[in-house]
């Protein structure tokens, strides 16, 4: 069965989902900027997800993560909980 590891970033809206994703690409840490920013109690973890396999996310989630190349950061992706920056960490 197909599985991933994710990382994400939660915010309300698609300007700071943007803003964070410059600001990354500008060389601030992914998980340093989940810790002070996403809304998500993954941010505890640096937006660390785990393992997951398809279906366990919602569908945005899930096109991203099973199909986006492993180690770039992805966004502003939007669901129903808000705008996310999507990091895929590994899949098998």
């Known amino acids: 069965m197909a ?5 994400h ?9 943007s803003q964070l994703k ?8 992914f998980g340093d900027a989940a810790k002070t920013n996403s809304t998500c109690p993954s ?4 937006g660390d997800l785990g393992k997951f396999g398809p279906g366990q996310m919602v569908p945005e989630f899930d096109k991203v ?4 190349d492993v180690g770039v950061v992805y966004g502003p992706v939007k669901t129903q909980f808000g705008y996310h920056l999507l990091e895929v960490t590994g899949r098998g």
């Open 3 to 7: 599985w991933a590891t994710a990382r």
């Open 9 to 17: 970033i939660l915010v309300d809206s698609e300007e700071k989902c």
């Open 22 to 29: 410059a600001e990354i690409e500008g060389g601030i840490d």
């Open 43 to 46: 941010s505890a973890q640096g």
């Open 65 to 68: 993560v099973f199909n986006a």
